[in-house]
């Protein structure tokens, strides 16, 4: 018996009728369809739904022989694979044959539905919440009772608003895509460029160099070209020192981002002068030294730091901010290379500042290198907050398009 539900938090314009409510046995039908060792074989993907296994980059060893035996699967049917307890069902949308440990189903009434619709049904957050209920075993090891599947209720749209929404969210994801190859390609090139654009193996000649610039590169002591500073923290036990105006940074902040705005945690004149803290001038590069060796951002403006940190304050006229941070992975490499300690590994500032350095032999080369990385590492961030926000989009989507 049909009854119905109320609607979703968002729909589009033109559909207004309450949605279906009805069991998964009287949606879906199981297939077993054997012999047809001519299609291609498929393998079940998280991501992709069903591939041609001959797509997929595991190499998984099949004997031919057994083919006969594999079930088919058509364009628009599901396949209940070993992962399908994480990512959901794997969506076909094309024939093929798979393992015959595997539950192929579509439709009872195919023309009553949009496979696209139910693909995203299938591998929303929220489904795979709910097959926890029909899962059994541990670990690797759980699979899905797919009779117990068909008891789980579901909640629908007409025909017509599924293909509205899953029009609506494949593009979405085609877009979600697009940014991904983009922000892919731009951080290959940029990996290329770090390696191309420094001399390598006791080279003085960079492979990839801007025009007008011909003289080898010199090798330089880090503690020639900047100053390596160190932090201190005031004591926490005194209210007075904490909650001001300076910003004081932490380990636990430098992640990712490239330029270092504004400190979690705040200390006041007080405390900066009760303390070993050192004034960071803006152009800084925070380098951590210990807790995890290598991160950096460079500040924006003047701060200082706890003592987890070696930061380098480029002598004027003599290194370029964006230039020495985009040596990063040099930087860090070195850094774990050298470090010691027996709780955990520290760097000092003085084993960073005898780090040797292949150096451009005029500020302009470097400050040409640096502005060269800085606007890639823009476009990078662009497409990276273009990716996150249309992600959040279609996760927001998903959880309000449907019932």
Avoid at 2 to 28: C, H, M, N, V, Y
Avoid at 42 to 50: F, K
Avoid at 113 to 134: A, G, N, P
Avoid at 164 to 187: G, V, W
Wanted: proline letters at 4%; charged letters at 25%; a positive charge.
């Amino acid at each position: 018996m049909t009854k119905k539900s109320d609607a979703p938090a968002i729909r589009f314009k033109g559909f207004s009728d309450a949605w279906e409510q009805r069991k998964a046995k009287e949606l879906f039908v199981s297939t077993a369809d054997k012999g047809y060792p001519e299609l291609p074989v498929l393998s079940a993907t998280q991501d992709r739904g069903m591939i041609r296994r001959d797509e997929n980059s595991i190499n998984i060893f099949h004997d031919k022989k057994n083919e006969a035996g594999y079930k088919r699967v058509l364009p628009g049917q599901f396949v209940i694979h070993l992962r399908s307890f994480q990512g959901g069902f794997a969506h076909s949308a094309i024939e093929g044959i798979t393992s015959p440990a595997y539950t192929v189903f579509g439709f009872s009434e195919p023309e009553k539905h949009d496979s696209e619709y139910w693909k995203y049904v299938f591998t929303s957050k929220s489904f795979i919440q709910r097959l926890e209920t029909v899962t059994y075993g541990i670990r690797d090891g759980r699979s899905i009772s797919y009779e117990e599947f068909l008891t789980l209720g579901f909640v629908y749209p007409s025909k017509a608003e599924q293909t509205a929404i899953a029009r609506y969210l494949d593009k979405l994801s085609d877009l979600i895509t697009l940014h991904q190859r983009k922000f892919e390609k731009l951080t290959n090139v940029k990996k290329s460029m770090l390696e191309k654009m420094f001399p390598q193996n006791g080279s003085s000649y960079p492979e990839i160099r801007f025009k007008g610039f011909t003289d080898p590169w010199e090798q330089r002591k880090l503690g020639d070209i900047a100053d390596i500073v160190g932090g201190g923290t005031p004591s926490t036990g005194n209210q007075s020192y904490w909650d001001g105006d300076i910003d004081w940074y932490a380990p636990a902040e430098i992640a990712d981002q490239i330029y270092a705005n504004s400190s979690q945690k705040k200390i006041t004149g007080l405390g900066y002068e009760n303390s070993s803290a050192k004034m960071l001038p803006p152009g800084t590069v925070l380098f951590t030294s210990r807790a995890g060796i290598g991160k950096t951002a460079i500040l924006t403006r003047k701060g200082c730091t706890n003592q987890g940190f070696q930061s380098i304050v480029p002598h004027r006229g003599e290194l370029d901010s964006y230039f020495i941070f985009s040596r990063t992975g040099e930087l860090k490499r070195y850094g774990e290379l050298v470090g010691a300690g027996s709780t955990f590994v520290e760097v000092s500032g003085k084993q960073m500042a005898v780090m040797e350095l292949m150096m451009p032999p005029t500020m302009r080369e470097q400050q040409t290198i640096g502005g060269f990385f800085q606007q890639l590492d823009h476009l990078i961030t662009l497409h990276q907050r273009e990716l996150e926000k249309l992600q959040n989009i279609k996760k927001s989507m998903l959880e309000k398009m449907f019932v």
